[in-house]
């Protein structure tokens, strides 16, 4: 079953503007990741906030954790179209075993 | 270093039919995963692997067998592919656990392999 459930499906915005997705899953974590995928790649990768953090940030991107309200959000700043790609969160569950439990994701659309 | 490599990228299989699916790494991760990506239904995770000689199933293990003989590389098998199958199969590989640390760290992506079943 999904664990993360990204909001929303689908976001299209111009260049230059923000884009903000959401992602809630329903157990205890020990950490949530969010991972981009470009058309026709594997995921990649960008940041991974630890369940005892509320923020963090990495160039461009800034990821937010509400463990009490078991949700998530990743913040693109200033898109530009090489942004265009799939988002997915991902959590590891607390006693879930080695593994992540990958939502359905957020496709972006950045346009000129 | 290459990171995660798969072999093939593309195939297409009958009904029936069976083939492996080669994935491998170079970074001297322990733990390797194998996943499949349906429009909509975004990453599934089939079988897993913390270490060679050892493997787990995941979410969605029917159909589907895998073997971990050397640390750097892990094989999906299907024995007899059916159209339900038909799927982008993707391989991933993380650190081992630290410090006694169960937490799960950064996965690195192969990219992919593109499977259709007639």
Known sequence: ?112 | NAGVTQTPKFRVLKTGQSMTLLCAQDMNHEYMYWYRQDPGMGLRLIHYSVGEGTTAKGEVPDGYNVSRLKKQNFLLGLESAAPSQTSVYFCASSYPIRGGSSFQETQYFGPGTRLLVL
């Open chain 1, 1 to 112: 079953s999904q664990q993360g459930e990204e909001d929303p499906q689908a976001l299209s915005i111009q260049e230059g503007e923000n884009a903000t997705m959401n992602c809630s899953y329903k157990t205890s974590i020990n950490n949530l990741q969010w991972y981009r995928q470009n058309s026709g790649r594997g995921l990649v990768h960008l940041i991974l906030i630890r369940s005892n953090e509320r923020e963090k940030h990495s160039g461009r991107l800034r990821v937010t954790l509400d463990t009490s309200k078991k949700s998530s959000s990743l913040l693109i700043t200033a898109s530009r179209a090489a942004d265009t790609a799939s988002y997915f969160c991902a959590t590891d569950e607390t006693g879930g075993g080695n593994k992540l439990t990958f939502g359905t994701g957020t496709q972006l659309k950045v346009e000129l």
